[in-house]
C-alpha cells in the first residue's frame, strides 16, 4: 500500500513523481522538478489521472502510482517490483535476503525459501 501523497508534502517522493510527470511530458511550470507538491503538480497529477481515467483527485494513491509507474516503465528497467511499492522505498537485493532470515545471506537461498512457503518448489 502507497502512502498517499498530496498537496503540500515535500521531499524525495514528490521528486520521483514530479520525474515520471516530466517524463511523460506534462508541464511542471518554471520550478520544475523541485520536491513540492503544489500548483503545477497538482494540475499535473489531476490531467494524468484524467488521462488514465483514475479519479481526479490530485492525490498519488494506490492506482494513480501504479498507473505512473507503468506509464514510464521502459524495456530495461531493474525494480520491477516498484509498481507495488511507495516511492523511494525499494530494498537493495542485501536486505531483501537478511528480511526473510536466510542464514547465508544468499539470495538464491531466499528466493528457495519464499517458493517452499508459497508450495511452488515442492516438486523440485
Same mark, same amino acid.
Given at each position: $500500500?502507497?502512502? *498517499?501523497?498530496?498537496?503540500? =508534502?515535500?521531499?524525495?517522493?514528490?521528486? =520521483?513523481?514530479?520525474?515520471? +510527470?516530466?517524463? +511523460?511530458? &506534462?508541464?511542471?511550470?518554471?520550478?520544475?522538478? =523541485?520536491?513540492? &507538491?503544489?500548483?503545477?503538480? /497538482?494540475? !499535473?497529477?489531476?490531467? &494524468?489521472?484524467?488521462?488514465?481515467? /483514475?479519479?481526479? =483527485?490530485?492525490?498519488?494513491?494506490?492506482?494513480?502510482?501504479?498507473?505512473?509507474?507503468? @506509464?514510464? &516503465?521502459? +524495456?530495461?528497467?531493474?525494480? /520491477?517490483?516498484?509498481?507495488? /511499492?511507495?516511492? $523511494?522505498?525499494?530494498? *537493495? *537485493?542485501? @536486505?531483501?535476503?537478511? #528480511? !526473510?532470515? #536466510?542464514?547465508?545471506?544468499?539470495? #538464491? @537461498? $531466499?528466493?528457495?525459501?519464499?517458493?517452499?512457503?508459497?508450495?511452488?518448489? #515442492?516438486?523440485?
Amino acid at each position: $500500500m502507497v502512502h *498517499p501523497i498530496a498537496q503540500g =508534502d515535500r521531499g524525495p517522493a514528490v521528486e =520521483d513523481v514530479q520525474k515520471r +510527470l516530466l517524463t +511523460l511530458g &506534462f508541464d511542471l511550470g518554471p520550478t520544475g522538478v =523541485d520536491g513540492v &507538491f503544489w500548483g503545477a503538480t /497538482l494540475t !499535473a497529477v489531476r490531467r &494524468f489521472q484524467a488521462d488514465h481515467s /483514475l479519479d481526479e =483527485d490530485g492525490v498519488v494513491g494506490n492506482e494513480t502510482w501504479a498507473a505512473l509507474v507503468d @506509464a514510464t &516503465f521502459r +524495456l530495461g528497467d531493474r525494480l /520491477l517490483g516498484a509498481r507495488i /511499492l511507495a516511492p $523511494m522505498t525499494c530494498l *537493495p *537485493p542485501c @536486505a531483501l535476503a537478511r #528480511s !526473510a532470515r #536466510s542464514p547465508s545471506g544468499n539470495i #538464491s @537461498a $531466499m528466493a528457495r525459501n519464499w517458493q517452499r512457503q508459497r508450495s511452488w518448489w #515442492s516438486a523440485r
